[in-house]
């Protein structure tokens, strides 16, 4: 069994082009995190350490053990913060792209935890465009944006197609809010640094070489505390390397399992 947990905004049915090519060797799950149930609200969460309570509570409902757990960005986090406290849970990890940042950031948010809600990535989740009247108009409209140039077409009609839902109205509107996209960005992820070398379980640790969020300081200091790692970076893709650049993750997945 292989977990995939997903990223803050995009639902775990976006990674088909990583995810299809690995259902050949691996009987492949993902949970959907909370926002996307019906009925959740943002108002309900606290820290990302939610998310990781949701997960271990969906994993032992499945009865899973030994399970080799997958995670992008906020997956990364929720699966890393699990690993060490129910290591019977996971017999290997792959993190790709975590949301690790610098201690001397960290700091800084514990001490100041309003200053979240003025971040500029934040005010641009809030602003996001969540409406849309047909899929070919959000694919054409996404095709446009800097943040998807590196994407190949499929992969970004898989967000287009898996992204949007159809409403009630007859159009189609983000199924991931963002509301609850925009509050996960306002709780950054505490703990991390002293968590990773509690971690026992075979690690692949992967990056994106253009990653505007797992820095270069954060990537030395996270070899420094988890030595027994595998690190991989890949060349020319950035935060969303599972979308950019599907096959060279799988591949660094399959070098790394197959051992």
């Not at 690790?100 to 950031?105: D, W």
């Not at 898989?158 to 809010?177: I, K, P, R, W």
């Amino acid at each position: 069994v292989l977990h995939f947990a997903h990223p803050n905004a995009y639902p775990p049915a976006c990674f088909a082009p990583l995810l299809t090519p690995l259902t050949g060797n691996y009987h492949v799950i993902a949970m959907h995190h909370r926002p996307l149930w019906p009925a959740s609200e943002p108002e309900e969460f606290e820290s990302w350490q939610i998310i990781a309570d949701d997960l271990r509570h969906f994993l032992e409902q499945q009865g899973a053990e030994q399970v080799i757990g997958v995670g992008h960005s906020l997956g990364a986090v929720a699966t890393i913060k699990i690993a060490w406290q129910q290591p019977q849970l996971f017999r290997a990890l792959v993190l790709i792209e975590p949301v690790f940042l610098e201690p001397q950031v960290l700091q800084m948010v514990a001490a100041n935890p309003e200053v979240t809600e003025e971040l500029p990535m934040v005010q641009k989740a809030r602003k996001r465009r969540d409406r849309w009247p047909d899929r070919q108009t959000a694919f054409d409209h996404y095709r446009a944006k800097k943040v998807f140039e590196r994407w190949p077409d499929d992969a970004l009609w898989s967000y287009v197609n898996e992204g949007l839902a159809e409403t009630a109205e007859g159009d189609l509107a983000l199924a991931f809010s963002r509301e609850w996209e925009a509050k996960i960005y306002t709780r950054f992820p505490q703990g991390i640094w002293e968590e990773l070398p509690r971690v026992m379980q075979p690690t692949l640790a992967i990056r994106g070489t253009e990653s505007d969020t797992l820095s270069v300081g954060a990537w030395a200091l996270w070899q420094e505390l988890q030595p027994g790692a595998t690190f991989v970076e890949i060349a020319g893709a950035g935060h969303l390397a599972p979308m950019e650049k599907p096959l060279e993750v799988v591949a660094a997945i399959n070098d790394f399992l197959n051992q």
